[in-house]
């Protein structure tokens, strides 16, 4: 019976998904509505929806796993970055952002970068869509393995089969409703997660003996509670968090600038004038959504030292607030319920981020590399063909890359992370502040960070020490420094480019 009310709780939450997503099928008239809805965003709907299709599946599982094995030092550090990337880029970006790419005319951002420099050659179009394919493709992949994980260790259901169904729910919204029906069901998750965050939090202090027992037991634990060093659960010792550790972690502030399904958000907003509002929700909810996912983490490792929980070893640690979910629907019918709607709330921070990630790179395909660089004449119809066959084959990609169930949610989610941030983000900045900035600085910043993602992820980073730090950090400086030194040396744009720089102001 519990089981059943769970199920049936989950599955009317996909079906209402799938609603929203052929309701808003039809009023995608041409490519500018599928892909941006045709700029008629409200401002609620704007930052949630930018908001829900950020805290992606580590929000529920890869942050609690984490602070529940480490304390509050990794999780705090970042999430204090992510706090203020998540406010400078509504602050500085957005607005800017979205009357540039108005006036342009620009419905993808690297669209944008390609008609903000004049790129009659549309190089940054391509390089830009590549770069979108091949960080959305591990982003995605990360968000189907926290389904799979959610319903493997709920139900004892197929890890394949679990990732399969949800990938086949979230495509079918997606390919239907578009932008509108992508920001509607964020605004819909976001509600949902966090009234999952709630309901975990209030029963888990419960079960551990209230909250001063959980302060207890989290101060009695090595380099638990304290900014400055991380906990090691294995042996009960405590590692110095450094000042490099530290830069390290804040760096994930950065990739806010870079990432293609946010800024899309800005460039969608009916009216710039509503972002002000939009900054103000948006950065309370991502404070207050993160302290708690963080907290839940010290919860759960309370709810263990009570003998609620059995201790959650290496990734089986981001499955923490499945397993309370799993405790709380032992309590009666309504109880079971309330776990669905918890574990909705996983799968909402899955489908919020995975949907956005997916029309983005469709976008990517069918506007930027096949009409753009390609030079293919696509009919509207043809267009948006292109686009759902595009978002099909990911997630295709996505659910092979993610088979392994073993796989981190955090561990992948860093990666894409740091390959948007590195790419896009220091030349998004420059795009927007620097008029001196050209297109072969734009192209070449590009190139870079998104090359360093990979070397110093996979070269430079394994010899440790100072070396160890997130690969973000190093390619957001060498994307910047690159950029800088490639538009100074090659000749200045031109004096049409910098009118329209000066009128975007």
């Not at 979230?170 to 920001?183: E, L």
């Amino acid at each position: 019976m519990i089981n059943i009310c769970i199920i049936a709780t989950i599955v009317i939450y996909l079906v209402g998904m799938l609603l929203v997503g052929f309701v808003y099928s039809k009023s995608n008239e041409d490519s500018s509505d599928f892909y941006l809805g045709g700029r008629t965003m409200g401002p609620l709907v704007t930052a949630m929806s930018a908001e829900a299709s950020d805290m992606s599946s580590w929000l529920l599982m890869g942050m609690p796993g984490l602070a529940y094995l480490t304390g509050i030092a990794s999780p705090g550090w970042t999430a204090i970055g992510l706090a203020v990337g998540t406010w400078l880029n509504w602050l500085i970006v957005a607005r800017r952002l979205r009357r540039y790419s108005a006036n342009l005319d620009a419905i993808t951002v690297p669209q944008f970068l390609s008609l903000r420099f004049h790129d009659q050659r549309n190089l940054l179009n391509a390089l830009g869509a590549v770069i979108i394919i091949v960080f959305f493709i591990p982003y995605t992949a990360s968000g189907f393995a926290a389904c799979g994980k959610l319903f493997n260790s709920l139900f004892g259901v197929d890890y394949m089969a679990a990732m399969i169904l949800s990938a086949v729910v979230i495509v079918g919204y997606t390919i239907m409703g578009g932008f509108r029906a992508v920001s509607t069901t964020d605004l819909i998750q976001s509600v949902v997660m966090s009234m999952a965050l709630i309901a975990v939090l209030v029963y888990g202090i419960n079960v551990a003996g209230g909250w001063d027992v959980v302060l207890d037991n989290a101060r009695s634990l090595p380099g638990y509670l304290t900014m400055a060093a991380s906990h090691n659960a294995a042996d009960n010792t405590a590692t110095s968090y450094s000042l490099l550790d530290i830069a390290s972690t804040l760096a994930w502030g950065l990739g806010y600038f870079g990432m293609p399904h946010i800024l899309l958000r800005f460039m969608a907003i009916e009216d710039e004038k509503k972002l002000v509002l939009s900054r103000r929700i948006a950065s309370v909810w991502v404070v207050i959504a993160m302290t708690a996912s963080i907290v839940i983490g010290m919860v759960g490792l309370g709810m263990t030292k009570a003998g609620a929980l059995e201790f959650l070893s290496g990734s089986s640690s981001e499955t923490l607030i499945v397993r309370v979910a799993s405790l709380i629907a032992q309590h009666g019918v309504l109880a079971a319920i309330l776990a669905g709607l918890i574990l909705a709330g996983i799968l909402a921070a899955t489908m919020s981020t995975a949907d956005s990630q997916m029309l983005a790179a469709a976008s990517s395909v069918s506007q930027n590399i096949l009409q753009e660089f390609g030079h293919m004449k696509l009919t509207e119809k043809q267009s948006l063909f292109a686009a759902r066959l595009t978002i099909i084959c990911i997630s295709v990609v996505g659910v092979v890359l993610a088979r392994d169930p073993n796989s981190s949610v955090f561990g992948i989610v860093s990666f894409a992370w740091a390959g948007f941030g590195g790419s896009f983000g220091a030349v998004v900045l420059c795009s927007l502040f620097w008029k001196r900035c050209n297109w072969q600085g734009a192209l070449a910043g590009m190139l870079s960070g998104g090359l360093m993602v990979f070397v110093w992820k996979y070269i430079i980073s394994p010899l440790g020490g100072v070396f160890g730090i997130y690969e973000l950090l190093p390619a957001f400086l060498m994307s910047l420094l690159v950029c800088v030194v490639v538009s100074l040396v090659t000749p200045a744009p031109s004096a049409e480019i910098e009118a329209e720089f000066d009128a975007a102001k």
